[in-house]
């Protein structure tokens, strides 16, 4: 099955419906904070848990107390898909950062 890249305007109101998620050129993205270094650790661990799950891997950066996740679809020509935003859904759904 082929998987399409969206259009501006399918990209544009799946980002609305996601919070703080932004398109950077041909990729979604979201920089999470964190109280400490090692929390930020935890919460990359659990995001490739579910990226393996979901067989749609991101690039992450794993910085001081903060992580920064970029999905777009190879499949698709390196370009934003619905997988990237239901991929952004489930990681926003692990319900990071923990207080």
């Given at each position: 099955?082929?998987?399409?890249?969206?259009?501006?305007?399918?990209?544009?109101?799946?980002?609305?419906?996601?919070?703080?998620?932004?398109?950077?050129?041909?990729?979604?993205?979201?920089?999470?904070?964190?109280?400490?270094?090692?929390?930020?650790?935890?919460?990359?661990?659990?995001?490739?848990?579910?990226?393996?799950?979901?067989?749609?891997?991101?690039?992450?950066?794993?910085?001081?107390?903060?992580?920064?996740?970029?999905?777009?679809?190879?499949?698709a020509g390196n370009?934003?898909?619905?997988?990237d935003l239901e991929?952004?859904?489930?990681?926003?759904?692990?319900g990071y950062p923990?207080?």
């Amino acid at each position: 099955m082929a998987i399409s890249a969206l259009s501006d305007a399918e990209i544009s109101e799946g980002l609305n419906t996601l919070n703080g998620w932004e398109r950077e050129d041909n990729h979604i993205t979201k920089t999470y904070k964190f109280t400490s270094y090692l929390a930020g650790i935890a919460f990359a661990s659990a995001v490739g848990v579910v990226a393996e799950g979901l067989d749609h891997h991101p690039d992450l950066l794993i910085g001081w107390r903060k992580v920064t996740i970029r999905f777009s679809t190879h499949d698709a020509g390196n370009q934003i898909s619905q997988r990237d935003l239901e991929a952004a859904r489930a990681v926003d759904a692990l319900g990071y950062p923990k207080a």
